[in-house]
């Protein structure tokens, strides 16, 4: 709100934008009225909606969102960086009632729903290679196992010592974990245990490589999804 003395005498009341009042000193000033911005349209409250539905993951995915978005490689670092990567690709928004016209004077939740879709969910961006990983899940022992063959030539986006990751996320509990599990140059064999309480069917496992001073990383790839049971 902007305020300041009034030099062209008493001036009460509204006019447009403007107030005129008489401050308990007697000085005549005047101060801008408050401005109410309309509600955005469908479009303005779909964009709001997948926002939203990407920022309520994190909370449980911060740990991963550190790691898989270090700024400075064409996206923002952090969780600026997770949601830039993901709100336009990852997220369905879906009117609640579509016989209803949008209205002015709800907000966007209470007109739509934004739904992730976790195969297209990136947990890293950056400019380097996507590792190759072979994954296997075993659900009776309740682990991942991640095969890596070691690359024989280095080239600009893609170095021997970059750190392959892997990645679980067991999306119904809301649960996930982040483990090195080696690096690009050489051949290994890998596990991960599922989080507690997790089962095959809420699971979706990744993998992404990171430069070894931690300033870039490739794209994430989900390479296990829960099989369709429709």
């Known amino acids: ?12 009341g509204k006019y447009g934008n403007v107030i005129g009042y008489v401050r308990p000193d007697g000085k005549n000033c ?20 997948a926002f939203g539905t990407v920022a309520g ?6 740990n991963i969102i550190r790691v898989g978005f270090p700024g400075g490689n064409g996206y923002a670092k ?18 609640i009632d579509p016989g209803k016209p949008v209205s002015n004077r709800k907000k966007a939740e209470k007109e739509f729903t934004g739904t992730i879709d976790y195969r297209k969910l990136r947990v890293a961006a950056g400019q380097l290679v996507t590792p190759v990983v072979g994954v296997e899940v075993d659900a009776e022992n309740r682990k991942v196992v991640f095969t890596h063959e070691g690359m024989p ?5 893609c170095f021997a010592d970059d750190k392959v990751y892997g990645v679980i996320l067991f999306v119904p509990k809301r649960r996930c974990r982040l483990q090195e599990l080696g690096t690009r140059g050489e051949t290994f064999v890998a596990s991960m245990e599922f989080p507690n309480q997790a089962e095959t069917d809420g699971l979706f496992v990744y993998v992404f490589a990171g430069r070894a001073d931690g300033k870039d990383t490739s794209d994430s ?7 369709d049971k429709g």
């Not at 709100?1 to 009460?12: C, D, L």
């Not at 408050?34 to 955005?40: A, D, M, Q, V, Y």
């Open 78 to 95: 952090g969780f600026n960086g997770f949601t830039g990567a993901n709100v336009a690709s990852a997220v369905t928004v879906e009117k």
């Open 153 to 157: 030539v280095e080239s600009v986006d």
């Open 30 to 49: 005047c101060r801008s009225a408050s401005l109410k911005r309309k509600s955005g349209g469908e479009p303005q409250k779909r964009q709001s909606m």
């Open 57 to 62: 993951r994190k909370q449980w995915l911060m």
């Open 1 to 12: 709100m902007a305020e300041f003395v009034n030099p062209v005498g008493k001036i009460r």
């Open 221 to 227: 790839v989900c390479v296990w999804e829960p099989e």
